[in-house]
C-alpha cells in the first residue's frame, strides 16, 4: 500500500517561509509527476502546483506563482515545495499527490488523474 507522506507545516507569520516535503516510502516518486494541493474546510481540494518526472518541467497556478517554488531531489526520493511570503489565503492543509495518467506536465491540474493521497500536513498562515 503506497502512502506518501507530507511534512513542514505549521504556524507562520504573514509573509514568512516554510518548506514542504513529500515522501513516498517504498514507491518512487522520480518516476511521475507529482502535485501539490490543499484544501480548507467545506472547499475542493485545490490542485496548484505539479513537477514532472525526467525533465523538472513544472506549473504554478496563478494564486502560488512567484511565492511558491516545487522542486525534487531524486536522490532522496522526495518532493519539495517552498513557500515563501505566505499570506493567510495560504492557510490550508497542504497534499502532495503522483500522477499515473500523465507524463508530460500540462498548464493544468486535474484532481482525477492524481493518486497516492496521504495525511496531509496543515499549514497556518496568522500573525
Known amino acids: 500500500q503506497v502512502q506518501f507522506v507530507e511534512s513542514g507545516g505549521g504556524l507562520v507569520q504573514p509573509g514568512g517561509s516554510l518548506r514542504l516535503s513529500c515522501a513516498a516510502p517504498g514507491f518512487t516518486l522520480n518516476n511521475y509527476i507529482i502535485g501539490w494541493f490543499r484544501q480548507v474546510p467545506g472547499k475542493e481540494r485545490e490542485g496548484f502546483s505539479c513537477i514532472g518526472s525526467s525533465d523538472g518541467s513544472t506549473y504554478y497556478a496563478d494564486s502560488v506563482k512567484g511565492r511558491f517554488t516545487i522542486s525534487r531531489d531524486n536522490a532522496k526520493n522526495t518532493v519539495y515545495l517552498q513557500m515563501n511570503s505566505l499570506k493567510p489565503e495560504d492557510t490550508a492543509v497542504y497534499y502532495c499527490?503522483?500522477?499515473?495518467?500523465?507524463?508530460?506536465?500540462?498548464?493544468?491540474?486535474?484532481?482525477?488523474?492524481?493518486?497516492?493521497w496521504g495525511q496531509g500536513t496543515q499549514v497556518t498562515v496568522s500573525s
Open positions: 499527490a503522483a500522477n499515473l495518467m500523465r507524463s508530460t506536465v500540462v498548464p493544468d491540474i486535474r484532481l482525477y488523474e492524481y493518486t497516492y
